[in-house]
Nanobody
Framework: QVQLVESGGGLVQPGGSLRLSCAASGGFFSRYTVGWFRQAPGKERVFVGAVRGSGGNTYHYEDSVKGRFTISRDNAKKTVYLQMNRLNSEDTALYYC??????????????????WGQGIQVTVSS
């Protein structure tokens, strides 16, 4: 079992930055792929990005965040980070981190992940 807790959300002005953290407890964290998803008001939850586990440490991003968002992981701290730069109103959403061992074709899909955090709000507004 893996428990995930997100932190670092809040209100930020357009063009600003935030860093979300996803802290894990339990399980063999380094083995897991950790993904970030987000759900905007009235919309479905969608993939943002992911970092592979088990030493792969490859990174995948949704097109709209490439070049603005960066994922990193610190296995010693059992934490994955989502650095978000140049935020805009379309980034406003509830952000979730998730852990699992998805095959490549499931990397961007919710069923690929077994464990989820409770979500944290990010609001981009002036």
């Amino acid at each position: 079992q893996v428990q995930l807790v997100e932190s670092g959300g809040g209100l930020v002005q357009p063009g600003g930055s935030l860093r979300l953290s996803c802290a894990a407890s339990g399980g063999f964290f380094s083995r897991y792929t950790v993904g970030w998803f987000r759900q905007a008001p009235g919309k479905e939850r969608v993939f943002v990005g992911a970092v592979r586990g088990s030493g792969g440490n490859t990174y995948h991003y949704e097109d709209s965040v490439k070049g603005r968002f960066t994922i990193s992981r610190d296995n010693a701290k059992k934490t994955v980070y989502l650095q978000m730069n140049r935020l805009n109103s379309e980034d406003t959403a509830l952000y979730y981190c998730a852990a699992g061992q998805p095959i490549l074709s499931q990397l961007r899909l919710e069923p690929g992940y077994n464990y989820w955090g409770q979500g944290i709000q990010v609001t981009v507004s002036s």
